[in-house]
């Protein structure tokens, strides 16, 4: 069926790196796409969106990339801080589909001192 | 308060028991979802509210879960004859009809 697959699992990086976190998604009627950041005992918590009319957005220290071409959707953390280790989540929307998020696995962030 | 809670927190039941989750969504949003967390897992969609009409149930696992909105705010998720497989987080969310959704801090059921 349609799902939204991540490629790492887990991604360790050193404090004040950059971090990349990749997410691969089928389904191509997908018109929103969402990045959500869990920590432990807590509700998802939304961290950025994109449109699929875009290809880049930029939040604060967050960017999200969106490739259509090959069904692919980045989250960019700059300057990554020990607060940012948690499980990071993309969700796609279809209008079609009531507004249900589709999630993937998860990919957890291990942020290293 | 200003964002999606839910009660209890946690939950232990035993095998067969039923039990009851709640919802209190953002003040004024029409839309609320329940999802399911299995451990390590992403969240999976189980229904969906607009106002108090259930439009989406599609989720739902048998016919042992029910949701329910009657006055448009608060839902309950209920689950009767609980069973091992169904320990989880369970998960609500609410939105005022724009796209992003906003989520509690979820339910942990455990069922012995």
């Known amino acids: 069926g349609e799902s939204v697959g991540l490629h790492l699992p887990t991604l360790s990086v050193q404090e004040g790196d950059n971090s990349i976190i990749n997410c691969a998604y089928s389904n191509s009627a997908s018109d929103y796409f969402i990045w959500y950041k869990q920590e432990s005992g807590k509700g998802p918590q939304f961290i950025i969106d994109i449109r699929s009319n875009m290809d880049k957005r930029q939040g604060q220290r967050v960017t999200v990339l969106l490739n259509k071409t090959v069904k692919h959707l980045s989250l960019q953390i700059a300057a990554t801080q020990p607060g940012d280790s948690a499980v990071y989540f993309c969700?796609?929307?279809?209008?079609?589909?009531?507004?249900?998020?589709?999630f993937g696995s998860g990919t957890r962030l291990l942020v290293r001192p | 308060g200003a964002g999606v809670s839910q009660s209890p927190r946690y939950k232990v039941a035993k095998r067969g028991q039923d039990v009851a989750l709640r919802c209190d969504p953002i003040?004024?949003?029409?839309?609320l979802f329940w999802y399911q967390q299995a451990l390590g897992q992403g969240p999976e969609f189980l229904t969906y509210f607009q106002n108090e009409a259930q439009l989406d149930k599609s989720g739902l696992p048998s016919d042992r879960f029910f949701a329910e909105r009657p006055e448009g705010s608060v839902s309950t998720l209920k689950i009767q004859r609980t069973q091992q497989e169904d320990s989880a987080v369970y998960l609500c969310?609410?939105?005022?009809?724009?796209?992003?959704?906003?989520f509690g801090p979820g339910t942990r059921l455990t069922v012995l």
């Open positions: 969700a796609e929307i279809y209008s079609d589909s009531s507004y249900k998020l589709i």
């Open positions: 969310a609410s939105n005022s009809g724009a796209d992003t959704q906003y």
């Open positions: 003040s004024g949003h029409v839309s």
